[in-house]
């Protein structure tokens, strides 16, 4: 007899990346890092990644002074012309 228990589909690091930077209010840095527990390095690698795949990423100036930028998602690849 075989059990036939599924398992969720696992989240991907860069699902959660992106998830993060769909949001309103989008994502910072620290806050990508601390996510994916991934090095500064490579959060930034993973943005020019999805920039690479026609997503649009953009960057706000810190709303607080010492802050981190702020990256958001404005569109992705299906509406890239």
Do not use: C, F, N
């Not at 860069?14 to 996510?35: E, P, V």
């Not at 090095?39 to 960057?59: C, T």
């Amino acid at each position: 007899m075989y059990r036939t228990t599924s398992t969720p589909p696992r989240e991907t690091k860069s699902a959660i990346l992106r998830k993060l930077l769909s949001r309103k209010a989008g994502a910072d840095l620290t806050t990508l890092q601390s996510a994916t527990g991934w090095q500064p390095h490579s959060v930034r690698a993973a943005l020019s990644g999805l920039r690479k795949a026609g997503y649009r990423i953009d960057r706000a100036d810190p709303a607080k002074p010492g802050g981190g930028a702020v990256y958001r998602i404005t569109s992705g690849p299906e509406s890239a012309t």
